[in-house]
């Protein structure tokens, strides 16, 4: 007997994304007996090489500074968890903020920013390099687990999602907008887009809104629970920071014996929460304001619609205010992440001007006389390695490597 097509369940509200109605994928494919598309994307993401390779990929701290420490991984379950968490309440396509949380730092270089400026500086002369563009480029190029086309062929909500990470691209004639203003599009994107439309001037899905707000969460949290671990700074010089000092002065009152580690604990738990309550309260109060009725009224909107209220965006804009001195400019980490960069533009320079160097794969192809695309392809190689990669390479090709300690 013949399986029908799955069939998506549906409780959504108005506004979430309606699976049924999707815009489909690039190369079209049979549907699914067992999942929905959204549901497909998710599971593709997770096998992906790259989603593996984000465990030995720096967040904040590189690989050898300790086992609690967040990596890219473990930053993207976290996001994903708070991403699931806004969209049930709201009423979303889970499985679709699931697949904007997982595959949003697929085009992060070793290195983490330190790696992404390194990258940048070397691709000065042909565009420049930029992590959202590479994600993209990971997922419909780089990817090739299938034999009918390259890439995970992702719906066209997922690419979206991915692509307006930071929301959209251009104006409504196309031409770069926001931080794309002065560069222009990256590469990547443009040249994706000419065969596949994502519609670059609209904002993403709710969805794909509340996979780039739980990433902020997601910061705010992690980020003082690991500057605390690492000794950056104390909790009691969060104490002056706005919401931070509100609950530890809660977690004083309701619990005054409580011990240093739960205390941490108890505040990423309050302040996690207290976020995501916002984000669900402010959201529904844009979707009334704005009386968006359907999936195509978010895109038009104007601005984002799954966001922090006014008063959260501050308390937010003031911890990552205080985290950026404390944290991620401390002078430990910049010491180390000059290191990192120093490390990403010698392996880029060395394969330059020795492609052979790289494996057979990579160098598959080259023309040698094509000097963008060479420097293209050394970006791609370079940009999928892990922190351990990355340094194993740098030791075959040179003398000596620093420690990044």
């Known amino acids: 007997m013949a399986v029908e097509a799955f069939v998506h369940a549906t409780s959504h509200a108005s506004f979430a994304s309606d699976v049924r109605r999707s815009r489909g994928r690039l190369h079209p494919e049979p549907l699914s007996a067992t999942r929905s598309a959204f ?11 790259a989603f593996r390779r984000l465990a030995h990929k720096t967040q904040v701290f590189v690989f050898h500074e300790g086992d609690h420490f967040r990596t890219r991984l473990t930053h993207t379950l976290e996001v994903t968890q708070v991403a699931r968490a806004l969209a049930r309440a709201l009423g979303l396509d889970e499985d679709l903020a699931e697949g904007a949380a997982l595959g949003h730092d697929f085009g992060h270089p070793p290195f983490g920013h330190a ?3 390194a990258l940048d500086h070397c691709l000065e002369a042909f565009g420049g390099f930029d992590h959202n563009a590479q994600t993209l480029r990971v997922v419909t190029v780089l990817e090739r687990p299938y034999p009918g086309f390259d890439g995970l062929n992702l719906s066209f909500e997922t690419l979206e999602g991915l692509v307006k990470h930071n929301g959209p691209l251009t104006d409504r004639a196309g031409q770069p907008a926001g931080r794309h203003a002065k560069r222009g599009l990256p590469r990547a994107i443009a040249e994706y887009c000419r065969v596949h439309d994502l519609e670059l001037w609209t904002h993403p899905s709710a969805e794909a809104q509340a996979g780039a707000i739980a ?3 997601a910061y705010d949290a992690h980020d003082i629970d690991d500057g605390l671990r690492a000794d950056m700074f104390a909790l ?7 919401l931070i000092g509100d609950i530890l002065r809660e977690i004083a009152a309701d619990h005054p014996r409580i011990e240093p580690g739960r205390r941490v604990h108890e505040l990423r738990r309050r302040l996690i929460t207290r976020m995501i309550e916002d984000v669900i309260a402010q959201t529904r109060r844009r979707v009334g304001e704005l009386k968006i009725e359907t999936a195509e009224g978010v895109r038009s909107a ?3 619609v799954v966001t922090f209220s006014p008063a959260m965006a501050d308390a937010d804009r003031a911890i990552k205010n205080f985290l950026r001195p404390h944290f991620y400019r401390h002078a430990r980490i910049v010491r180390i992440m000059d290191d990192a960069e120093k490390v990403v533009r010698e392996l880029f320079a060395h394969y330059v001007e020795r492609p052979a160097d790289m494996p ?3 160098r598959q192809g080259l023309d040698p006389d094509d000097r963008a695309g060479r420097a293209l392809r050394i970006a791609d190689f370079i940009a999928g390695m892990t922190d351990r990669y990355a340094m194993v390479e740098h030791s075959r090709l040179f003398g000596s490597t ?4």
């Not at 549901?39 to 090489?49: E, G, S």
């Not at 620093?402 to 300690?405: D, S, V």
């Open 402 to 405: 620093p420690e990044l300690r």
């Open 236 to 242: 009691d010089a969060l104490a002056a920071v706005p």
């Open 115 to 117: 790696g992404e400026r």
């Open 39 to 49: 549901r497909r994307d998710c599971d593709r993401l997770i096998h992906a090489t």
């Open 302 to 304: 104007g601005a984002p």
């Open 360 to 362: 057979a794969e990579w």
């Open 215 to 217: 990433d902020d969460i």
